[in-house]
């Protein structure tokens, strides 16, 4: 199937500092992609979606200056969680969408741990 | 706007039990996308059945088997005979597409299976 990989798996940084995290699929292209946010012991929350060559589009509450994201190709797309602080520890988790008609399926990397300390 | 309920929280089953994990979705549209996902501690999502708003066959995929009901807006999903690897966190989700709009998510059901 399918096969989407983010990078990196986990991440430990200071607050105040950039954050970079990348959502790829690695064999085929996806016009849309999508940001989750999960905290611990709680559902997985749509950020934003990500579509390739436009500007993305943020769910409410979520501050897009602070999420930035990118999506330049059709394989990729990034989420850089701006100026950091501990309140953003999260697992974020990316998901693609794989076109095919009425096969058409998302499939969901395997997720970003942030630790902001 | 759609929801998905998952009133379960937490559920514990004795190794070998049969568990029944329920789902409530709620949308207006009339096509629509239903997902079943297991997140086990490791945290990375494992696609378990999706099924359309056209199909209510039910379906059975070895010791998981899934009853969708239009009538009732449910989706449940049964795991028989209960393993300790089957202890995780599971996700009833829905989508108005298979692959290119959000994905809406319960609340999930932490399963845990005693040995």
């Known amino acids: 199937g399918a096969v989407v990989s983010q990078h990196p798996s986990w991440v430990i940084c200071k607050s105040g500092t950039s954050v970079k995290i990348e959502c790829r699929s690695l064999d085929f292209q996806a016009t849309t992609m999508f940001w989750y946010r999960q905290f611990p012991k709680k559902s997985l929350m749509l950020m934003a979606t990500?579509?390739?060559?436009?500007?993305?589009?943020?769910e409410q509450g979520v501050e897009k200056d602070k999420f930035l994201i990118n999506h330049a190709s059709l394989t990729l797309s990034t989420l850089t969680v701006t100026s950091a602080h501990p309140e953003d520890s999260s697992f974020y988790i990316c998901s693609a969408g794989k076109l095919a008609g009425v096969a058409d399926t998302q499939y969901f990397g395997p997720g970003t741990r942030l630790t902001v300390l | 706007a759609q929801k998905v309920t998952q009133a379960q929280t937490e559920i514990s089953v004795v190794e070998k039990e049969d568990v029944t994990l329920d789902c409530v979705y709620e949308?207006?549209?009339?096509?629509?996308?239903l997902f079943w996902y297991k997140q086990p501690p490791s945290g990375e999502l494992v696609f378990l059945i999706r099924?359309?708003?056209?199909?209510?066959q039910n379906e059975i995929s070895g010791r998981y088997s899934w009853n969708f009901q239009k009538s009732t807006s449910s989706f449940n999903f049964t795991i028989t005979a209960s393993q300790v690897v089957d202890s995780a966190v599971y996700f009833c989700?829905?989508?108005?597409?298979?692959?290119?709009?959000?994905?809406?998510f319960g609340t999930g059901t932490k399963l845990q299976v005693i040995p």
């Open positions: 949308t207006r549209d009339t096509t629509y996308y």
């Open positions: 990500s579509n390739e060559g436009s500007k993305a589009t943020y």
């Open positions: 989700a829905l989508s108005l597409s298979g692959g290119y709009q959000k994905v809406t």
């Open positions: 099924r359309n708003s056209f199909d209510e």
